[in-house]
């Protein structure tokens, strides 16, 4: 394990957060970040894949990629997208999964930090056409408790799916660092 791991996994811990497992031991997967609702998130979801010396691909506004920022957020697991487009963005997203050896894409289904009711299914799209699993990712504020969460199986109805993975998600009673961002139905 590399130094920079044990530094990500020793700040996780001071900052009182408790990892519930490790990464997806798969080469490619999907892994939904649940609830978010600050850029924290990624400050905690970063340190907690580092600490395994594991990289979380995370998709960022490509207008971020200028330099000295650009080299640095890729250095972070950060994927420049155009959103402009959402077609475009799904598939240069499963055309860069394709390309190389092992992916772990963390996206969030809400799709913002804002509170949202009615998740967007572009995880299901790019899942089902890399052929990769989709695990159930969460970080309770509340409980200060990380994890990449337990694989969900996709059938073949993204609404339906995401809707099923949306409710599992709210059995959870999880919180968010901003509370009111993160709404359930």
């Not at 697991?77 to 390309?99: A, F």
């Not at 809400?110 to 949202?116: F, S």
Request: charged share 25%; glycine share 8%.
């Amino acid at each position: 394990m590399s130094k920079w791991a044990r530094f990500c996994g020793w700040l996780l811990r001071k900052m009182g957060w408790t990892s519930d497992d490790g990464p997806a031991p798969e080469e490619k997967c999907v892994i939904l970040g649940v609830p978010h609702t600050s850029f924290m998130d990624f400050v905690v979801s970063y340190l907690y894949y580092r600490q395994y010396d594991a990289t979380a691909h995370i998709m960022i506004k490509k207008e971020f990629f200028f330099w000295p920022l650009g080299p640095l957020l890729k250095k972070l697991g950060g994927v420049p997208v155009d959103r402009s487009n959402s077609t475009t963005l799904v598939k240069s997203l499963i055309e860069k999964m394709d390309t190389v050896g092992t992916f772990h894409l963390c996206i969030a289904p809400e799709g913002t930090r804002k509170p949202v009711r009615k998740w967007k299914t572009g995880y299901h799209f790019i899942a089902t056409n890399v052929g990769c699993p989709v695990y159930m990712g969460y970080f309770d504020w509340s409980t200060k408790h990380i994890s990449r969460g337990h694989k969900v199986e996709l059938t073949g109805n993204a609404r339906e799916d995401t809707d099923r993975i949306q409710a599992l998600y709210e059995e959870m009673h999880l919180v968010g660092k901003i509370p009111e961002g993160y709404i359930t139905h």
